[in-house]
Protein backbone atom coordinates (compact mmCIF):
# COMPACT_ATOMS: atom_id res chain seq x y z
CA UNK A 1 0.00 0.00 0.00
CA UNK A 2 1.44 3.17 -1.32
CA UNK A 3 2.26 5.86 1.75
CA UNK A 4 -0.43 8.32 0.29
CA UNK A 5 -3.35 5.57 0.75
CA UNK A 6 -1.67 5.02 4.29
CA UNK A 7 -1.88 8.45 5.30
CA UNK A 8 -5.37 8.89 3.95
CA UNK A 9 -6.55 5.76 5.73
CA UNK A 10 -5.53 7.87 9.52
CA UNK A 11 -6.95 11.00 8.47
CA UNK A 12 -10.06 9.46 7.56
CA UNK A 13 -10.16 8.05 10.77
CA UNK A 14 -9.66 11.44 12.80
CA UNK A 15 -11.91 13.35 10.17
CA UNK A 16 -14.62 10.77 11.33
CA UNK A 17 -14.38 11.36 14.86
CA UNK A 18 -13.79 15.29 14.59
CA UNK A 19 -17.04 15.28 12.02
CA UNK A 20 -19.12 13.71 15.22
CA UNK A 21 -18.14 16.77 17.13
CA UNK A 22 -15.39 15.17 18.76
CA UNK A 23 -11.73 15.82 19.73
CA UNK A 24 -10.48 12.07 19.52
CA UNK A 25 -7.76 12.37 21.42
CA UNK A 26 -9.60 13.74 24.67
CA UNK A 27 -10.65 12.11 27.64
CA UNK A 28 -12.51 12.34 30.61
CA UNK A 29 -10.68 10.00 32.53
CA UNK A 30 -6.73 9.37 33.72
CA UNK A 31 -5.08 8.21 31.25
CA UNK A 32 -1.48 6.29 30.73
CA UNK A 33 0.89 6.27 27.42
CA UNK A 34 -0.05 3.08 25.44
CA UNK A 35 2.94 0.77 24.85
CA UNK A 36 3.39 -2.63 23.36
CA UNK A 37 3.00 -5.66 26.03
CA UNK A 38 5.88 -7.34 25.07
CA UNK A 39 8.53 -4.50 24.23
CA UNK A 40 6.77 -2.45 26.11
CA UNK A 41 8.08 0.28 23.79
CA UNK A 42 5.75 3.61 24.22
CA UNK A 43 4.16 4.76 20.92
CA UNK A 44 4.68 7.88 19.55
CA UNK A 45 3.77 10.80 17.27
CA UNK A 46 0.67 9.35 14.95
CA UNK A 47 0.66 6.09 16.72
CA UNK A 48 0.55 8.10 20.54
CA UNK A 49 -2.20 9.92 18.76
CA UNK A 50 -4.22 7.11 17.33
CA UNK A 51 -4.19 4.97 19.92
CA UNK A 52 -5.55 7.20 22.28
CA UNK A 53 -8.93 7.44 20.70
CA UNK A 54 -9.23 3.86 21.78
CA UNK A 55 -11.99 3.58 24.37
CA UNK A 56 -9.84 0.90 26.66
CA UNK A 57 -9.04 1.50 29.78
CA UNK A 58 -5.41 -0.59 29.57
CA UNK A 59 -2.32 1.05 28.05
CA UNK A 60 -1.47 -2.34 26.50
CA UNK A 61 -1.46 -3.55 22.76
CA UNK A 62 -0.10 -6.44 20.80
CA UNK A 63 -0.08 -7.50 17.03
CA UNK A 64 -1.82 -10.30 15.90
CA UNK A 65 1.91 -12.34 15.59
CA UNK A 66 2.46 -11.47 18.97
CA UNK A 67 -0.57 -12.98 20.13
CA UNK A 68 -0.81 -16.17 18.35
CA UNK A 69 2.90 -16.92 19.81
CA UNK A 70 1.22 -16.51 23.16
CA UNK A 71 -1.21 -18.95 22.11
CA UNK A 72 -3.84 -16.43 22.60
CA UNK A 73 -6.66 -15.06 19.96
CA UNK A 74 -8.65 -11.70 19.54
CA UNK A 75 -12.37 -11.53 20.70
CA UNK A 76 -15.24 -12.48 18.16
CA UNK A 77 -16.13 -8.93 16.65
CA UNK A 78 -12.85 -7.04 17.91
CA UNK A 79 -11.67 -4.17 15.62
CA UNK A 80 -7.84 -3.65 15.27
CA UNK A 81 -6.12 0.00 15.58
CA UNK A 82 -3.80 0.77 12.65
CA UNK A 83 -0.34 1.72 13.98
CA UNK A 84 2.03 3.05 11.51
CA UNK A 85 6.13 2.17 11.03
CA UNK A 86 8.23 4.05 8.68
CA UNK A 87 12.06 4.12 8.11
CA UNK A 88 14.43 5.97 5.79
CA UNK A 89 15.92 3.34 2.61
CA UNK A 90 18.21 3.81 0.27
CA UNK A 91 16.67 5.56 -3.20
CA UNK A 92 17.47 3.43 -6.35
CA UNK A 93 18.28 6.58 -8.23
CA UNK A 94 22.01 7.89 -8.88
CA UNK A 95 22.60 9.26 -5.44
CA UNK A 96 23.60 6.24 -2.96
CA UNK A 97 23.20 8.75 -0.44
CA UNK A 98 19.85 9.48 -0.95
CA UNK A 99 16.97 8.34 1.30
CA UNK A 100 13.83 7.49 1.12
CA UNK A 101 11.02 7.10 3.68
CA UNK A 102 8.89 3.65 4.09
CA UNK A 103 5.48 4.31 5.35
CA UNK A 104 3.69 0.76 6.36
CA UNK A 105 1.01 0.24 8.55
CA UNK A 106 -0.01 -2.97 11.20
CA UNK A 107 -2.57 -3.84 13.13
CA UNK A 108 -2.38 -3.82 17.26
CA UNK A 109 -4.80 -4.97 19.45
CA UNK A 110 -5.49 -3.74 23.24
CA UNK A 111 -5.17 -6.53 25.24
CA UNK A 112 -8.98 -5.94 26.74
CA UNK A 113 -10.00 -7.15 23.32
CA UNK A 114 -7.70 -10.28 23.61
CA UNK A 115 -8.04 -13.87 25.19
CA UNK A 116 -6.12 -16.50 26.78
CA UNK A 117 -3.21 -14.27 27.55
CA UNK A 118 -1.03 -15.56 30.68
CA UNK A 119 -2.12 -12.74 33.53
CA UNK A 120 1.42 -12.45 34.55
CA UNK A 121 2.59 -10.36 31.45
CA UNK A 122 0.02 -7.68 32.02
CA UNK A 123 0.91 -5.82 34.75
CA UNK A 124 -1.13 -4.41 37.61
CA UNK A 125 -2.49 -0.65 36.71
CA UNK A 126 -1.32 1.41 39.84
CA UNK A 127 -3.26 4.57 39.71
CA UNK A 128 -2.06 5.44 43.53
CA UNK A 129 0.45 8.60 43.20
CA UNK A 130 -0.24 12.68 43.14
CA UNK A 131 -0.93 13.00 39.47
CA UNK A 132 -1.10 17.05 40.40
CA UNK A 133 2.61 16.84 41.42
CA UNK A 134 3.75 15.06 38.00
CA UNK A 135 1.91 17.84 36.55
CA UNK A 136 4.38 20.79 38.85
CA UNK A 137 7.21 18.00 37.89
CA UNK A 138 7.05 18.93 34.43
CA UNK A 139 6.55 22.71 34.60
CA UNK A 140 9.55 22.86 37.26
CA UNK A 141 12.00 20.91 34.66
CA UNK A 142 11.14 22.61 31.20
CA UNK A 143 14.60 23.50 29.80
CA UNK A 144 14.68 27.56 28.56
CA UNK A 145 10.82 28.08 30.86
CA UNK A 146 9.02 31.36 29.35
CA UNK A 147 8.38 33.98 31.54
CA UNK A 148 5.10 33.23 32.75
CA UNK A 149 2.62 36.15 34.41
CA UNK A 150 -1.47 36.09 35.43
CA UNK A 151 -3.63 37.64 32.87
CA UNK A 152 -7.72 37.38 32.24
CA UNK A 153 -7.31 35.01 29.81
CA UNK A 154 -4.32 31.93 28.17
CA UNK A 155 -1.61 32.94 25.69
CA UNK A 156 1.59 32.60 24.51
CA UNK A 157 3.51 35.75 23.10
CA UNK A 158 6.22 34.90 20.72
CA UNK A 159 7.37 38.67 20.80
CA UNK A 160 7.98 38.91 24.63
CA UNK A 161 8.03 34.76 25.04
CA UNK A 162 5.54 35.25 27.86
CA UNK A 163 2.69 32.54 29.06
CA UNK A 164 -0.27 34.37 30.17
CA UNK A 165 -2.62 32.35 32.39
CA UNK A 166 -5.72 32.83 34.68
CA UNK A 167 -5.17 33.01 38.38
CA UNK A 168 -5.51 28.86 39.25
CA UNK A 169 -8.02 29.80 41.52
CA UNK A 170 -10.26 30.89 38.27
CA UNK A 171 -10.00 27.65 36.86
CA UNK A 172 -12.89 24.98 37.54
CA UNK A 173 -10.45 22.00 38.03
CA UNK A 174 -6.66 21.38 38.33
CA UNK A 175 -6.45 19.28 35.40
CA UNK A 176 -8.04 22.20 33.51
CA UNK A 177 -5.44 24.31 34.45
CA UNK A 178 -3.05 21.58 33.66
CA UNK A 179 -4.20 21.58 30.41
CA UNK A 180 -4.42 24.87 29.47
CA UNK A 181 -0.96 25.27 30.74
CA UNK A 182 0.41 22.66 28.46
CA UNK A 183 -1.26 23.87 26.03
CA UNK A 184 0.36 27.82 25.98
CA UNK A 185 3.94 25.80 27.06
CA UNK A 186 3.58 23.55 23.30
CA UNK A 187 2.93 26.99 21.62
CA UNK A 188 6.44 28.41 23.49
CA UNK A 189 8.78 25.45 22.25
CA UNK A 190 7.96 27.13 18.10
CA UNK A 191 9.66 30.17 19.39
CA UNK A 192 12.95 30.81 17.27
CA UNK A 193 15.43 30.44 19.66
CA UNK A 194 13.62 26.87 20.53
CA UNK A 195 12.29 24.77 17.50
CA UNK A 196 11.39 27.64 15.36
CA UNK A 197 8.15 26.04 14.25
CA UNK A 198 7.05 28.23 11.10
CA UNK A 199 2.95 27.42 12.13
CA UNK A 200 3.37 29.56 15.28
CA UNK A 201 3.86 33.15 12.96
CA UNK A 202 0.14 32.83 11.71
CA UNK A 203 -2.32 35.75 13.31
CA UNK A 204 -4.72 34.79 15.81
CA UNK A 205 -7.65 34.06 13.57
CA UNK A 206 -8.97 31.07 11.67
CA UNK A 207 -6.55 31.01 9.19
CA UNK A 208 -4.89 27.97 8.33
CA UNK A 209 -1.13 28.63 9.99
CA UNK A 210 -3.12 29.61 13.26
CA UNK A 211 -5.20 26.46 12.96
CA UNK A 212 -2.51 23.86 12.41
CA UNK A 213 -0.30 25.77 15.26
CA UNK A 214 -3.47 25.32 17.62
CA UNK A 215 -3.70 21.36 16.94
CA UNK A 216 -0.14 21.05 17.11
CA UNK A 217 -0.56 22.86 20.85
CA UNK A 218 -3.69 20.49 21.58
CA UNK A 219 -2.04 17.54 20.47
CA UNK A 220 1.18 18.01 22.44
CA UNK A 221 -0.99 18.92 25.88
CA UNK A 222 -2.57 15.98 25.06
CA UNK A 223 0.69 14.06 25.30
CA UNK A 224 1.85 15.63 28.21
CA UNK A 225 -1.54 15.27 30.17
CA UNK A 226 -0.65 11.18 29.11
CA UNK A 227 2.87 11.74 30.65
CA UNK A 228 1.44 13.12 33.92
CA UNK A 229 -1.90 10.98 33.75
CA UNK A 230 -4.54 13.28 34.02
CA UNK A 231 -7.51 13.97 32.21
CA UNK A 232 -6.63 16.24 29.14
CA UNK A 233 -9.86 18.91 28.76
CA UNK A 234 -11.92 20.18 26.34
CA UNK A 235 -11.18 23.99 24.28
CA UNK A 236 -13.57 26.66 24.99
CA UNK A 237 -14.05 27.32 21.10
CA UNK A 238 -13.88 23.50 20.42
CA UNK A 239 -16.83 23.57 17.57
CA UNK A 240 -14.59 26.58 15.55
CA UNK A 241 -11.33 24.81 16.25
CA UNK A 242 -12.84 21.13 15.13
CA UNK A 243 -14.54 23.03 11.67
CA UNK A 244 -11.08 24.72 10.88
CA UNK A 245 -9.09 21.23 11.70
CA UNK A 246 -11.64 19.38 9.23
CA UNK A 247 -10.99 22.08 6.93
CA UNK A 248 -7.28 22.00 7.05
CA UNK A 249 -7.32 18.04 7.17
CA UNK A 250 -9.52 17.67 4.10
CA UNK A 251 -7.40 20.19 2.53
CA UNK A 252 -3.77 18.04 3.11
CA UNK A 253 -4.22 14.46 4.22
CA UNK A 254 -0.61 14.55 5.50
CA UNK A 255 -0.93 17.37 7.87
CA UNK A 256 -2.41 14.82 11.04
CA UNK A 257 1.12 13.09 10.40
CA UNK A 258 3.07 16.29 10.56
CA UNK A 259 1.25 17.71 13.60
CA UNK A 260 1.99 14.71 15.30
CA UNK A 261 5.45 15.04 14.94
CA UNK A 262 6.09 18.50 15.28
CA UNK A 263 3.89 18.24 18.88
CA UNK A 264 6.41 15.13 19.71
CA UNK A 265 9.35 17.06 19.31
CA UNK A 266 7.52 19.96 21.63
CA UNK A 267 6.65 17.54 24.25
CA UNK A 268 10.48 15.83 23.99
CA UNK A 269 11.54 19.19 23.92
CA UNK A 270 9.67 19.95 27.12
CA UNK A 271 10.89 16.74 29.05
CA UNK A 272 14.43 17.23 27.74
CA UNK A 273 14.30 14.49 25.89
CA UNK A 274 16.28 13.57 22.27
CA UNK A 275 14.50 10.36 21.13
CA UNK A 276 14.37 8.67 17.77
CA UNK A 277 11.25 9.24 16.22
CA UNK A 278 11.02 5.97 14.08
CA UNK A 279 8.81 3.50 15.85
CA UNK A 280 10.10 0.40 16.39
CA UNK A 281 8.57 -2.62 14.37
CA UNK A 282 6.11 -4.95 14.90
CA UNK A 283 4.90 -3.32 18.09
Known amino acids: MSNNNIAQIITDQIIEALEKGTIP ?3 PWKTELPMNLISKHVYR ?9 SPYASPYYLTFKQLAYLGGFVKPGSKGFKVVYWKAIESDGDDAEEKKPLLRYYTV ?3 EQCEKIPQEL ?45 PRRNFVSAEEFYSTAFHELVHSTGHPDRLNRKTLSGNAGLNEDYSKEELVAEIGSSFLCAHARISPKT ?6 YIANWLSVLKGDKRFIFSASSLAQKAVDYIL ?6 NPLPEG
Open 109 to 111: FNV
Open 122 to 166: VPEQDHDFDSIAACEGILDNVPDMPGCREASNAFYDIKSDIIGLP
Open 272 to 277: GKSINE
Open 235 to 240: LDNQAG
Open 45 to 53: GINLLMLSM
Open 25 to 27: WKK
